[in-house]
Structure formats: C-alpha cells, structure tokens
C-alpha cells in the first residue's frame, strides 16, 4: 500500500478516536515519570563508586 493510498484511512482513525484517553491522568503519569527518572538518578549515584 502507498502513502497516498493510507492517508484517507488514517484520517478516518483520527477523527473517529478522540484523542486522548480518558483514564490517564497527566498529573499521575507526570509524577509516575518524575518518580522513576529521579529513582534512576538515585541508583545511577549510588553504583558510581569510582568518583
């Protein structure tokens, strides 16, 4: 299938989705993020012994 065969049904599945999901909470996923990333920072910091 060609790009210019896909276009018109990927943008049916664009406009009948919605966009975002409902159940995700930016805040919760955001603070999800944050939580990891600074664990990673935290394990990262206590391994690296030869500094």
């Known amino acids: ?5 896909a276009l018109p ?11 975002n999901h ?13 939580f990891i990333l600074a664990l990673l920072l935290f394990v990262t910091t206590r391994f690296n012994r030869d500094r």
Request: charged share 10%.
């Open 9 to 19: 049904v990927l943008n049916l599945l664009a406009e009948s989705e919605g966009g």
């Open 1 to 5: 299938m060609n790009t210019a065969a």
């Open 22 to 34: 409902e159940s995700l909470n930016p805040y919760l996923t955001g603070g999800a993020a944050l």
